[in-house]
C-alpha cells in the first residue's frame, strides 16, 4: 500500500471503535503508514492534541504490530496554553521543546521510536542549527529513525540540509506539504495560512535530491465529489480548475474509477505519498482501490496537460 493513512480524527471524530475498524482493514490490504502529530486535533474544543496519538498506541499494543507500521509524527505545533486553539503559544523548535516533544510522543504511542519525525512548522524565532542538533540527539539515542519537514520551503529545506551534512547529523529526507491536482490562483493566500503549497519548484527539487514527498489535502476535504457542502477554495476558482476537472472527470470514466481515485493514482504516479484522511470505511475503501489504477503515459499526460 503505497499511500500513508491520516488519522487526525481518530479517537475523538472517529470512535475508538471505528478507528480500531479503519487501522485494522488498513493493515489488512497492506498498508504500513500512518501519520499523525502530537497536536491532532487541538483546535476542537475539549481536546488537547493527546488524542490521535494515544489511539493509534492503543491500537499499536493491542495488535502487537509495531514493528509492521511506518510510524510518523511531528513536534512544534502544539499549543503550550491550555485551551489555546491557535497556534499563538505552540511549543516551537527549540532544544528542550524537541526534546519534551519526543517523550511525549512516545509515551502516547506507546513505542520507543518513531519511523519518520517531522518539524510540524519551520520555527524562523530558532537557529536552525539548534532544532536540527536536537533532532540529531534523537537519532543517536535510537529514538528516531528519519527525519521529515512539513510546511517548509524548499530553499530552507535545502539550506538546512546543508547544515546536517556537514555536522553529520542525521539530514531532512522527508517533506510533507499540501499537494493536489488542483491549483490555486497564482499569490493567492490560502485560508490556512500556515499551510505551504507544493510548487514546480518543489518537485524539481524533491526528484533531484530523493526526498520523500508526502502530499496532505490531497483529495480538498471532499470538493472532488462534487457535493455542494464540499465546495472548493475561493482561490480555486478560475477557468484552469474548470479545464482540470473536465478531463479528470473524462479520465476517472473511462477507468470506471471515481475523481477521488483518479487524483490518488496520479499522485503515486508522480512517486509521492498521498496521506488519505479516512473518516469511514468507504472512504479507505476507494482509496484502496486507486492504488490498482495504473496511469499509463497518454493518460497522466492529458490530466497534467490540462492547464
Not at 479517537?11 to 479503519?22: E, I, N, Q, R
Request: glycine share 10%.
Amino acid at each position: 500500500m503505497r499511500f500513508a493513512l491520516g488519522t487526525i480524527g481518530f479517537g475523538t471524530a472517529v470512535t475508538m471503535d471505528d478507528t480500531f475498524a479503519l487501522l485494522d482493514r488498513f493493515a489488512e490490504a497492506g498498508g504500513t503508514m500512518i501519520d499523525t502529530a502530537n497536536n491532532y486535533p487541538f483546535w476542537i474544543d475539549g481536546c488537547t492534541g493527546d488524542e490521535s496519538e494515544t489511539a493509534i498506541g492503543a491500537w499499536l499494543a493491542a495488535r502487537g504490530n509495531r514493528d509492521r507500521v511506518v510510524l510518523s509524527t511531528k513536534a512544534g505545533a502544539r499549543p503550550t496554553v491550555a485551551g489555546d486553539r491557535t497556534l499563538d503559544s505552540m511549543e516551537g523548535l527549540s532544544a528542550s521543546a524537541i526534546a519534551k516533544a519526543a517523550e511525549g510522543s512516545l509515551t502516547r504511542l506507546r513505542t520507543d521510536y518513531i519511523d519518520v519525525y517531522w518539524s510540524h512548522i519551520d520555527d524562523a524565532s530558532v537557529p536552525l542549527e539548534e532544532s536540527l542538533g536536537a533532532f540529531n540527539a534523537l537519532a543517536a539515542e535510537g529514538k528516531i529513525r528519519a527525519l521529515g519537514a512539513s510546511n517548509m520551503r524548499a530553499w530552507r529545506l535545502e539550506r538546512a540540509r546543508n547544515l546536517s551534512a556537514g555536522r553529520g547529523w542525521i539530514p531532512y529526507t522527508h517533506l510533507q506539504l499540501r499537494h493536489t491536482y488542483l491549483r490555486p490562483r497564482p499569490l493567492t493566500r490560502q485560508a490556512e495560512s500556515a499551510h505551504v503549497l507544493v510548487t514546480e519548484e518543489t518537485l524539481e527539487h524533491v526528484a533531484d535530491t530523493g526526498i520523500s514527498l508526502w502530499a496532505y489535502n490531497t483529495l480538498m476535504s471532499g470538493s472532488y465529489t462534487g457535493r455542494a457542502d464540499r465546495p472548493l477554495p475561493e482561490s480555486y476558482d478560475h477557468p484552469g480548475t474548470t479545464r482540470r476537472l473536465a478531463v479528470l472527470r473524462e479520465v476517472a470514466a473511462e477507468l470506471g474509477a471515481t475523481p477521488n481515485q483518479v487524483v490518488l493514482a496520479w499522485v503515486l504516479a508522480g512517486g509521492h505519498v498521498p496521506i488519505v484522511g479516512a473518516t469511514r470505511l468507504a472512504q479507505l475503501e476507494e482509496a484502496i482501490g486507486a492504488t490498482t489504477l495504473s496511469l499509463d503515459p497518454e493518460l497522466k499526460g492529458r490530466l497534467d496537460a490540462a492547464v
